[in-house]
């Protein structure tokens, strides 16, 4: 296998770390807790109590005391059941409520559910966000009524890293009565999360976002929400969520989320995003996409004058995004366009996503191979030579402002 | 994660100087455009922009350049659009289509549109007047 360029692409998945890794191998070997948790017997009850504990650990690590825990693959299907099996659970109580909120920028599988929705007889709404990416209370405010039945809101962009001001918009929905879900898959394990402080009734998490393992996710909610099932069969979690648990994986999230936050590890990544962030922004002509106080993880810039497709081209051996991984579409993101970029400028944007593991040498070598692509990119643009020349970047790309340069 | 390397790293390197030496010779506004011939097509908004200039002398192009804000497929086509178009005569120049661009680059399809850039671009740049100093 090919040497690799170092990783910045945390945001999509983050590696294993090898403590978790050693507690699942102890859970699955012939003298772990490898049975399964449905047995009623000695094997299956200790393997029962490990994934007890493992519940136990998500809920104090986002404060969720009376919260239960239902085991999913990932924060796709806790996100689908969320809002899925809570517009089910509606629909078969007779409730009357029929609207959904989402930020215009939520993940791919939170606007997919709750479009989804609407055969069922809801319908969505997507909020416009601010040009940095927030949601601003008070365009949520003026959306909510009584016949919002769920608000979604991530936690941490998982384009930007935009942090949305969750303790802000909390207020709002509960007075308005709707169900608050929070897509934490990019935050948990990165940014402190308090559920029961902000009166979260949902909350979505993936562990492999978290140096956990791939494949296993959860949705902590409040015990006095209902929600219907989206799969049926066995009797497994209440059969909320049928299918044998697997210890092993939910082992590893409960381990991974327990050691994943911590301040000193944050404040280290703030420094290393800093510092590429400036680094790059040395080059001229580059549009930070999200807020200054944005997630510790995620750096997402656009070269202005780049064209998008021969940046991806000369940046293909780079470990970095362009664009969600989860979406798999080509052109311009709807993060992006959400947040009022021009589609050719959003199609030369790069996230970069740090992680435990990136270090100082990581920086110095991504920063001097993107400048050297950029500016070989820039030495035969038209468009650049144009900015170099003094034409405004909203003149060049069409619009009425753009953000200010980094 | 380990950082590439040495000898990928050096490939990688020989690669793109490699692309970036011919870029120089055909790509790039020219040092001095004063008597230089300058068209223009496509646009920020479709996300594809190419400049052509033109050195005309007596009659036949002496020297040619492209800009490009589009595809990698673009950027090679404008470069054999550049070396076909050294000493070319201007009625040959324009006879010369994005078909013929496109067929002669092997373009795909989906960068069809980049050889019908180019030739528009061209096509301007030879009803261009020269470009004056000041």
């Not at chain 1, 998945?13 to 009623?40: K, W």
């Not at chain 1, 497709?309 to 969600?324: E, I, K, M, Q, T």
């Not at chain 1, 991504?366 to 144009?386: C, H, M, T």
Request: some cysteine.
């Amino acid at each position: 296998m090919p040497a690799m360029t170092p990783y910045f692409d945390y945001a999509a998945t983050t590696p294993l770390d090898p403590r978790v890794e050693a507690a699942m191998g102890r859970v699955s070997s012939l003298g772990g807790d490898f049975a399964n948790p449905s047995s009623d017997h000695p094997a299956g009850r200790l393997a029962a109590t490990a994934v007890e504990r493992a519940s136990e650990q998500v809920r104090r690590c986002i404060n969720a005391v009376d919260y239960r825990v239902t085991w999913t693959s990932g924060a796709t299907e806790s996100n689908n059941l969320a809002i899925l099996g809570h517009v089910t659970a509606q629909l078969r109580r007779g409730r009357e409520r029929r609207r959904l909120l989402v930020a215009a920028t939520e993940h791919a599988a939170v606007l997919a559910a709750a479009q989804a929705a609407d055969a069922l007889g809801f319908s969505l709404e997507q909020l416009p966000v601010e040009a940095d990416g927030r949601l601003a209370p008070a365009t949520l405010d003026a959306a909510l009524d009584d016949d919002v039945a769920l608000v979604s809101v991530g936690h941490v962009n998982n384009e930007t890293g935009v942090v949305q001001p969750l303790a802000s918009l909390a207020p709002l929905i509960q007075a308005a009565g709707a169900l608050f879900h929070i897509d934490a898959a990019q935050g948990a394990g990165r940014l402190p999360l308090d559920a029961s402080t902000l009166g979260a009734d949902l909350v979505s998490l993936s562990a492999h976002k978290f140096y956990g393992p791939k494949g296993i996710g959860a949705l902590v909610h409040h015990a006095n929400v209902r929600l219907a099932p989206l799969l049926h069969g066995g009797g497994q979690q209440q059969g909320l969520r049928p299918g044998t648990l697997p210890v092993a994986s939910i082992v590893g999230l409960g381990e991974a989320l327990a050691l994943a936050d911590d301040e000193v590890e944050r404040e280290r990544q703030v420094s290393l995003r800093d510092a590429l962030r400036d680094r790059l922004a040395a080059l001229g002509g580059v549009v930070v996409n999200g807020a200054v106080d944005g997630s510790p993880h995620v750096l997402n810039v656009a070269f202005a004058g780049v064209h998008g497709d021969a940046l991806r081209s000369r940046l293909a051996d780079l470990n970095v995004s362009f664009g969600s991984a989860c979406s798999g579409r080509a052109g311009a993101s709807h993060v992006l366009r959400a947040m009022a970029r021009p589609d050719a400028l959003a199609d030369a944007a790069v996230r970069f996503s740090l992680g435990r593991f990136t270090t100082p040498a990581d920086i110095d070598f991504i920063v001097e191979r993107v400048a050297s692509d950029v500016a070989a990119l820039r030495a035969i643009s038209p468009v650049w030579r144009e900015i170099r020349a003094g034409r405004k970047l909203s003149d060049v790309y069409g619009v009425t402002t753009l953000p200010e340069l980094a | 994660m380990s950082t590439a390397s040495q000898p990928c790293q050096n490939w990688l390197e020989r690669w793109r100087t490699a692309v970036d030496d011919v870029d120089k010779e055909s790509l790039g506004s020219p040092d001095d455009p004063v008597g230089w011939q300058h068209g223009v097509a496509g646009s920020v908004r479709d996300n594809r922009r190419i400049d052509c200039w033109l050195e005309v002398v007596d009659g036949g192009i002496r020297a040619a350049r492209f800009e490009v804000f589009a595809s990698d497929e673009a950027r090679r086509a404008a470069v054999w659009t550049v070396q076909w178009l050294q000493g070319q005569a201007i009625a040959q120049a324009e006879g010369l289509t994005g078909l013929a661009i496109a067929e002669a680059t092997n373009l795909p399809d989906a960068s069809r549109s980049d050889a019908l850039c180019i030739e528009d671009a061209l096509r301007a740049a030879l009803a261009a007047p020269p470009t004056e100093g000041g």
